[in-house]
């Protein structure tokens, strides 16, 4: 029954042909059988899960039940969990449980989803690939020699082997977009400030969004709609009314203006992918959509400036992780400092140091003006290009991801190959837009092709709209990997 809709899900659930105590048993059976092929889950959570799904049958048994109460789902392991340890692919986290949840994971338990578990990810969000994780690299269902993208990619994976339906992830460059397109599911993530940061471990705060893994853009609506809306405990969460992501799916598409950026059509994204993006995007003509050429032409600097900007604001943020307010203590130290050094050099992983080196440095006196304040400019220019394209269409279609999912080890050598793995997705964040990666077809080695859509600020009703009424023509995203 997990691999139906949640649409579907819910009505079995309300017509009784199914519990939610099934539902829970049934996914937690295929984790015990699936995940040691993808390594997805680093904890799983049995009894939690069983807990939370017999309060669900009682709901649902009382009439009162909203559509996610009893939705097997899990949480990126990025998300704060009361009671149940929360490691953020780090050692120095390895043994952390938080005193509290996540405002996310208090609106999802909320909404009656039954929480199995906690997926793996790139350190403290860091990377593309998943293979940051101390918890060793998860694999990619359609082909377990390659990578499921990152950092969400055991939230991807985890959708994508039918191990659960739905998975909460974290975008600060790319990482819920990305993993959904090298995994053939549907990921999001919205605009900026929608999806409260609070109990959400921060890699570079003013990127970091958290968002929604399904199946398909409707099951996406569902889980952002019941995920997002207005916290007075994050300071840049939106005010602003929470939204049903669901209700305009249904719109025709006729009259939809989608901007082809001509700097991401020109050269550096692989045959494979360039046919099955060019044949979505014959798909939206076909459903009434008209294209227009639009240009970004500063969308080049969108790396450089990235790479300025998230490690600065980790180097900040990561301070925290010192083995005396937080995180793993060496054993052994001769004094306070010596503590702090070698907590800090045994609790991080090498991506993780070298991010706080690079944000250190350009953080530092000599060079703050040269390095963080042009950075920023940059990004002001990023953004205006947005603004300037969105005068000439409503939402931009492009690649997500340059290739297919790449071998486990092929780039973990060289740091600028994998940082270029999000060149058409970092723009976005450094902008604060909404953006969604869906299955778009199939490129070499019969591995999944997302199609990247991006909104203007709170265009996220419209993505996932556009999203729907493709998914109700083509069957990308009904695919479903073998042996899964
Ligand atoms: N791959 C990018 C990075 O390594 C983006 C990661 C993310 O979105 N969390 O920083």
Redesign the pocket.
Known sequence: MIDSSLKDIAAALRDRKVSAVELATESLARIEARNPKVNAFVTVDREGALTAARAADQRIAAGTAGPLTGIPLAHKDVFCTEGVRTTCGSKMLANFVSPYDAHVVTLLRQAGAVMVGKTNM?EF????SNENSHFGPTRNPWHTDTVPG???GGSAAAVAARLVPIATG???????R?PASLCGITGIKPTYGTVSRYGMIA??SS??QGGAFGYSAEDCALLLSAMSGHDPRDSTSLERDTEDYSAALDKPLAGLRVGLPTEFFAAGMSDDVRAAVDAAIAEYRKLGATTVEVSLPNARLAIPA??VI?PAEASSNLSRFDGVRYGHRAADYSDLNDMYCKSRAQGFGD?VKR?ILVGTYVLSHGYYDAYYIKAQKLRRLIANDFQAAFQKCDVIASPVSPSVAFGIGEKSGDPVQ??L??IY??AV?LAGLPALSHPAGFGSGDLPVGLQLIGNYFGEARLLNAAHQFQQVTDWHARVPAGF
């Open positions: 790139d969000a860091m990377g593309s990152g950092s969400s974290t975008d600060t460059g790319g990482s819920i990305q890699y570079a990127l970091d990235y790479y998230a991506e991010r994998m940082y793995s999000d997705t970092i964040n």
